[in-house]
Nanobody, 115 residues
Framework: QVQLVESGGGLVQAGGSLRLSCAAS????????MSWYRQAPGKQRELVAG???????NYADSVNGRFTISRDNAKNTVFLQMNNLNPEDTALYYC?????????WGRGTQVTVSS
């Protein structure tokens, strides 16, 4: 069983930056594909960025070039660096760990971008 705890969310002005962290425990972190998802009020949860066990990355078109996902296997942590934020990025951001058919979720961290 993997436990995930997100941190780093907050209120920021448009054009600003935030760095989200997701600390994992209870499993072998390095074998999991790690991802960040987000869910805005009234919208479905969507994939923001993912990183494989070999650190290949993928991004949603809406964040490509602004967000960067990375992982530190020694610290069992995945990060999401978010730059040039805009109000459309406002959402609850969730960390996800996936291994085969197993999915684990954190409780989320709120990101609010003011215009």
């Amino acid at each position: 069983q993997v436990q995930l705890v997100e941190s780093g969310g907050g209120l920021v002005q448009a054009g600003g930056s935030l760095r989200l962290s997701c600390a994992a425990s209870g499993g072998y972190f390095s074998v999991y594909v790690m991802s960040w998802y987000r869910q805005a009020p009234g919208k479905q949860r969507e994939l923001v960025a993912g990183i494989t066990t070999s650190s290949n990355t993928n991004y949603a078109d809406s964040v490509n070039g602004r967000f960067t996902i990375s992982r530190d296997n020694a610290k069992n942590t995945v990060f999401l660096q978010m730059n040039n934020l805009n109000p459309e990025d406002t959402a609850l951001y969730y960390c996800n760990a996936q291994l085969l058919n197993r999915n684990y979720w954190g409780r989320g961290t709120q990101v609010t971008v003011s215009s």
